[in-house]
């Protein structure tokens, strides 16, 4: 292939591409600019390419450049922010990654893949300003609104669920650091939040942050606050430790962390001491730190996704919230609570759910757990026209989904599974398969359509076996 069509099949290849690329040479001057960074930047191609990069950007220099920062030390930087001016005098916030380009040993010039994080930054920097407002007033321990939970709105009837509400209750009277383990959907939330309100900083801040929902840049601002006339270009902000001051800060998914942020919150925990992003002095902050994850902290620690040293100094309290499958007894009490908020809600009157539907609730492995139970029971409450909740106001899901390995534990007995007495493997598989499917028959009322569903077998093939069943001379 000729070199001009080799460069031409590359210059197509990273215009394609949806980020920003902008290509300098040894001496600073644009030799690529894609449409992506020509839009990010509010420039056209004709107004950066063949130009000095710090003619057409007037704001940045040597040092706060990332193109030229690499082409200087010759090494490469990752996810960098950076806030400048073009020459028309508007403002442009990115992330940066930027890669010297080396012809040989001999350094030619440099690549940057830069980011938008304009938009998603003023959404984070909304978010600090109405926490700050938020937490102005002082509540009380009688004060409760729609984003505050406390012991009492933890519905069980489960003894394990039980102990973990006391251990809770009994956490709530320290400061010291917890870590909260539960799939997605158990109420992580819900008891970080009551653990606060029975607390002694009940009247203080609660702020709550998912480490998952921003980048590790956002993150770490957010977290810190920033300094005005740092390199960034930030301006003078509080965190959201500064603003949690003497109440608690809950970090979900904190496993989404980045390494390197966990070493700093380890710093936090050890010293309570934060100091802004940009800035030089140190600031004492009394907050209450409770983590979450949807995965075992052990195995975290293990697959490198949590910081050792981290994990034992917030592992000084711990709970594990157990899935709405090991604690099926509250299935009935949480779902008639969600019939009637949603009754409430929707202005309805539905009364009850029908003993078919009970059944699958009880037998269903609800993978998303009470989160999951809820958005069923809502999603039952849109469909239902009378006063009762029937299968064909599920969402589709729950009929389609075959018995899985909890479900036929919970049907199959255990003397099923028992050979002996001149019953061999045919007869033992035969015997369990009429006993799952009379299950689902009783399950469905008697439904073949819908008892085929939950079993997973075209319709047919259940009917064939019925008949089976009831003329065994066929």
Not at 260 to 267: G, P, T, V, Y
Not at 409 to 437: C, F, S, Y
């Amino acid at each position: 292939m000729p070199l001009s069509d080799t460069v031409e099949m590359l210059q197509a290849i990273l215009g394609a591409i949806d980020e920003g690329i902008h290509v300098v040479d040894a001496n600073g001057i644009t030799i690529f600019y894609n449409h992506v960074a020509s839009k990010l930047d509010g420039l056209t191609s004709e107004e950066v390419l063949g130009k000095p990069l710090l003619e057409v950007f007037p704001s940045l220099d040597r040092e706060s450049s990332t193109l030229l920062r690499v082409i200087d030390s010759g090494e490469s930087i990752y996810n960098q922010p950076q806030v400048y001016k073009n020459w028309k005098g508007v403002r442009v916030e990115t992330i940066n990654t930027t890669l010297p380009v080396r012809v040989g040993k001999r350094l030619v010039g440099a690549v940057e893949v830069a980011k938008d994080i304009g938009k998603l930054k003023e959404l984070s920097e909304r978010l600090v300003d109405l926490q700050a407002k938020i937490s102005k007033p002082k509540r009380t321990k009688s004060q409760k609104d729609g984003l505050s939970f406390h012991f009492d709105d933890i519905l069980t009837c489960s003894e394990q669920m039980d102990l973990v509400k006391d251990r809770a209750r009994r956490a709530a009277r320290t400061s010291s650091p917890v870590l909260i383990y539960g799939e997605t959907g158990t109420g992580k939330e819900l008891f970080v939040q009551s653990i606060h309100q029975a607390s002694s900083r009940s009247s203080k801040p609660f702020i709550a942050q998912n480490c998952a929902a921003l980048p590790s840049s956002l993150l770490e601002s957010l977290l810190f606050g920033t300094t005005k006339g740092s390199f960034t270009g930030a301006d003078d902000r509080p965190g959201l430790f500064e603003l949690a001051d003497g109440g608690t800060l809950f970090l979900d998914e904190l496993n989404s962390m980045p390494l390197d942020l966990q070493a700093k919150l380890l710093r936090v925990l050890q010293d309570g001491q934060i100091r802004r992003i940009g800035g030089s002095q140190q600031s004492k902050v009394d907050v209450r730190v409770i983590a979450a994850v949807n995965e075992p902290p052990q195995k975290l620690v293990q697959q490198g996704l949590m910081r050792t040293d981290l994990y034992y100094r917030i592992n000084v309290v711990s709970f594990e919230l157990p899935p709405l499958r090991k604690r099926r007894e509250d299935i009935h009490l949480l779902s008639n609570h969600f019939l009637e908020k949603f009754n409430q809600q929707f202005g309805m009157n539905v009364r009850a759910f029908s003993s078919e539907v009970e059944r699958l609730f009880h037998s269903y492995s609800w993978p998303g757990n009470v989160r999951e139970l809820e958005h069923v029971v809502e999603a039952a409450m849109n469909m239902v026209e009378g006063t009762r909740i029937d299968m064909e106001h599920l969402p589709p899901h729950l009929l389609e989904r075959p018995l899985g390995h909890s479900e036929a534990e919970q049907v199959i007995p255990t003397n099923l599974l028992q050979p002996g007495a001149g019953r061999t493997l045919p007869d033992l598989l035969k015997e369990i398969e009429e006993h799952v499917i009379q299950d689902a028959m009783k399950t469905t009322e008697g439904n073949v359509l819908r008892a085929a569903k939950l079993l997973g077998i075209p319709r047919q093939t259940l009917q064939y076996k019925l008949n089976q069943r009831a003329n065994p001379l066929n």
